[in-house]
């Protein structure tokens, strides 16, 4: 039964049912009174072969199939990440797959919608038929549809490429490339593409309500980072200054122009509903800070740079040394870009190694899986150059280190695992894949401290502990005593203090038994540690798995 108290299967036949019968009258609607009702599709017939961007789906499908197919998107314990992020040079297969694999399986989807709302766009400019063709001549080899379908899909994977090995840090995700069709597609038709902006919105409200038509949310506390703190700018501006560089240069060919002021607007549109103003620098321990301001003053910059780049205009912005405004622009751009090469190619080349916090880890082949509190990141600091010094940053949870792949990553965050409890870590590359399930016990006392144990467990081995922390002294007196509960080798024990002095302690007993320390009796009821003392009775804490 649904929440509603009716039948499922039929909720869910009503609601498809009622979705569908909405599509198929507006498309009807549509069809039948709109004007000019040939004209799209002869467009696209002309442009594409059998009216269908065949690059663009090649394209959706490859960054798919490798999702489920080479990550194991589908399987228990979800995608491999850690082995497909960029992290060096010297580990080429990180580099390879990194622009076309992903975190989850939103992240995923979400990167489809965007390739389906801008690289038809891209490929509709470049055409699978050229310009003034002669149907009864052949021409040159790249004229021919099939050639110019296989061109898209390989500046495609070039695009994603080059941004594995110039972006500075482990990015993964095949935004960079998306943010490169969005590029060449907002300077070749920018009103069109910020009608995509828009009608994806569209399209993904309608995936939602076919895959979830009815969703039941529950009030709950969770682990919430802020979420502009796991966007990778720098990876996505690469590649909108890559695809607004490449329309340059493709307007130029063609000696076409384009409108300056709805450039600029659709690039302004495009970047901040991309969160591109979303500049931020991490502080430690889930600590950000979010540059708001600059962030605003960047983008609006940024679209004028856009605008200014693919002006077609004799404009001189420096006549002695005749340099035009379009000339200087672009400059800009292509100087961001070999910016973050300067940057980025230094450091996925400097070598990342495990610290002590890994020393009793988990091994699962060349991986090392372990948790420590307050550590520094050993991949954010490990760059030090003349001109730079990598970021002193401290972090908490669990990590995953591979000296052999050049592999530091803070894969679970400390307040991500004490909200669940538990997680899956899942290692490997193209060739082979293993689980390590991380466990945390918690006992929270009475006064809001905690302690705790974390476990982690290999397959079918028998569960290693990685850490404990410090015992939690509850807030309530008991005949003038405090009572603490320490993590032990065993479980966890109850203690009686005095004056800092320990006048004693059990190991606190299963659901049902009790014991006695220092003339306190301790009862526990299910996860309930309860201090009894003559007539006073009071909770201590409460277990949590």
Same mark, same amino acid.
């Given at each position: 039964?649904?929440?509603?108290?009716?039948?499922?299967?039929?909720?869910?036949?009503?609601?498809?049912?009622?979705?569908?019968?909405?599509?198929?009258?507006?498309?009807?609607?549509?069809?039948?009174?709109?004007?000019?009702?040939?004209?799209?599709?002869?467009?696209?017939?002309?442009?594409?072969?059998?009216?269908?961007?065949?690059?663009?789906?090649? *394209?959706?499908?490859?960054?798919?199939?490798?999702?489920?197919?080479?990550?194991?998107?589908?399987?228990?314990?979800?995608?491999?990440?850690?082995?497909?992020?960029?992290?060096?040079?010297?580990?080429?297969?990180?580099?390879?797959?990194?622009?076309?694999?992903?975190?989850?399986?939103?992240?995923?989807?979400?990167?489809?919608?965007?390739?389906?709302?801008?690289?038809?766009?891209?490929?509709?400019?470049?055409?699978?038929?050229?310009?003034?063709?002669?149907?009864?001549?052949?021409?040159?080899?790249?004229?021919?549809?099939?050639?110019?379908?296989?061109?898209?899909?390989?500046?495609?994977?070039?695009?994603?490429?080059?941004?594995?090995?110039?972006?500075?840090?482990?990015?993964?995700?095949?935004?960079?490339?998306?943010?490169?069709?969005?590029?060449?597609?907002?300077?070749?038709?920018?009103?069109?593409?910020?009608?995509?902006?828009?009608?994806?919105?569209?399209?993904?409200?309608?995936?939602?309500?076919?895959?979830?038509?009815?969703?039941?949310?529950?009030?709950?506390?969770?682990?919430?980072?802020?979420?502009?703190?796991?966007?990778?700018?720098?990876?996505?501006?690469?590649?909108?200054?890559?695809?607004?560089?490449?329309?340059?240069?493709?307007?130029?060919?063609?000696?076409?122009?384009?409108?300056?002021?709805?450039?600029?607007?659709?690039?302004?549109?495009?970047?901040?509903?991309?969160?591109?103003?979303?500049?931020?620098?991490?502080?430690?321990?889930?600590?950000?800070?979010?540059?708001?301001?600059?962030?605003?003053?960047? *983008?609006?910059?940024?679209?004028?740079?856009?605008?200014?780049?693919?002006?077609?205009?004799?404009?001189?912005?420096?006549?002695?040394?005749?340099?035009? *405004?379009?000339?200087?622009?672009?400059? *800009?751009?292509?100087?961001?870009?070999?910016?973050?090469?300067?940057?980025?190619?230094?450091?996925?080349?400097?070598?990342?190694?495990?610290?002590?916090?890994?020393?009793?880890?988990?091994?699962?082949?060349?991986?090392?899986?372990?948790?420590?509190?307050?550590?520094?990141?050993?991949?954010?600091?490990?760059?030090?150059?003349?001109?730079?010094?990598?970021?002193?940053?401290?972090?908490?949870?669990?990590?995953?280190?591979?000296?052999?792949?050049?592999?530091?990553?803070?894969?679970?965050?400390?307040?991500?695992?004490?909200?669940?409890?538990?997680?899956?870590?899942?290692?490997?590359?193209?060739?082979?894949?293993?689980?390590?399930?991380?466990?945390?016990?918690?006992?929270?006392?009475?006064?809001?401290?905690?302690?705790?144990?974390?476990?982690?467990?290999?397959?079918?081995?028998?569960?290693?502990?990685?850490?404990?922390?410090?015992?939690?002294?509850?807030?309530?007196?008991?005949?003038?005593?405090?009572?603490?509960?320490?993590?032990?080798?065993?479980?966890?024990?109850?203690?009686?203090?005095?004056?800092?002095?320990?006048?004693?302690?059990?190991?606190?007993?299963?659901?049902?038994?009790?014991?006695?320390?220092?003339?306190?009796?301790?009862?526990?009821?299910?996860?309930?540690?309860?201090?009894?003392?003559?007539?006073?009775?009071?909770?201590?804490?409460?277990?949590?798995?």
């Amino acid at each position: 039964m649904s929440p509603l108290g009716i039948d499922e299967t039929l909720l869910r036949i009503v609601s498809l049912g009622t979705l569908a019968g909405a599509l198929v009258l507006c498309g009807f609607v549509l069809a039948r009174l709109g004007e000019d009702e040939d004209s799209l599709a002869a467009g696209l017939r002309e442009r594409f072969v059998f009216g269908i961007p065949w690059g663009t789906a090649i *394209v959706m499908l490859l960054v798919y199939a490798t999702y489920y197919f080479v990550q194991g998107g589908g399987k228990a314990g979800g995608p491999i990440v850690v082995g497909f992020r960029s992290w060096s040079l010297w580990y080429p297969e990180s580099i390879l797959f990194s622009s076309f694999t992903h975190a989850n399986k939103s992240h995923l989807i979400g990167n489809l919608f965007g390739t389906l709302a801008f690289a038809p766009i891209a490929e509709y400019a470049w055409r699978h038929y050229p310009e003034n063709r002669d149907h009864e001549r052949p021409g040159d080899w790249w004229d021919n549809p099939y050639a110019r379908i296989a061109l898209f899909v390989l500046a495609v994977f070039l695009v994603g490429l080059l941004g594995a090995v110039i972006v500075p840090g482990p990015v993964i995700g095949f935004s960079g490339v998306v943010f490169a069709f969005a590029g060449f597609a907002l300077v070749t038709f920018p009103i069109t593409t910020v009608l995509a902006i828009l009608g994806v919105q569209v399209v993904r409200l309608v995936y939602r309500s076919v895959t979830d038509p009815w969703v039941v949310a529950v009030s709950r506390e969770q682990f919430v980072r802020p979420w502009w703190a796991d966007v990778a700018i720098q990876g996505h501006l690469f590649g909108l200054l890559v695809g607004v560089l490449l329309a340059a240069v493709f307007l130029q060919y063609h000696d076409r122009s384009a409108n300056i002021r709805r450039v600029f607007f659709a690039a302004l549109i495009f970047a901040v509903s991309k969160s591109l103003q979303y500049v931020n620098w991490p502080l430690g321990n889930e600590r950000y800070v979010l540059f708001q301001a600059i962030g605003t003053a960047a *983008v609006l910059v940024l679209a004028l740079l856009i605008a200014v780049a693919v002006l077609d205009e004799e404009r001189m912005f420096i006549p002695q040394i005749d340099l035009r *405004v379009q000339t200087a622009g672009a400059g *800009v751009l292509l100087s961001l870009v070999f910016a973050l090469a300067v940057l980025g190619i230094p450091y996925n080349l400097v070598a990342v190694d495990g610290g002590q916090e890994v020393e009793n880890g988990i091994e699962v082949r060349d991986y090392t899986v372990t948790y420590a509190e307050s550590v520094p990141d050993g991949y954010a600091s490990s760059l030090t150059l003349p001109f730079y010094q990598g970021p002193s940053v401290n972090v908490s949870g669990v990590i995953v280190a591979s000296d052999e792949r050049n592999v530091w990553e803070r894969r679970i965050p400390a307040g991500e695992l004490a909200s669940r409890g538990s997680a899956t870590v899942v290692l490997g590359d193209a060739t082979w894949r293993e689980t390590v399930r991380i466990q945390r016990t918690t006992w929270r006392v009475t006064g809001g401290n905690s302690t705790y144990k974390i476990f982690g467990q290999h397959d079918d081995n028998d569960p290693r502990q990685l850490f404990v922390s410090e015992p939690a002294i509850a807030r309530p007196v008991i005949n003038g005593t405090r009572v603490a509960v320490q993590p032990a080798e065993n479980f966890y024990n109850v203690a009686v203090i005095e004056n800092e002095s320990v006048l004693g302690f059990e190991q606190i007993p299963p659901s049902g038994e009790n014991v006695t320390v220092a003339e306190i009796r301790f009862e526990r009821h299910e996860k309930k540690l309860i201090a009894v003392y003559e007539r006073t009775e009071v909770e201590i804490g409460r277990f949590e798995r």
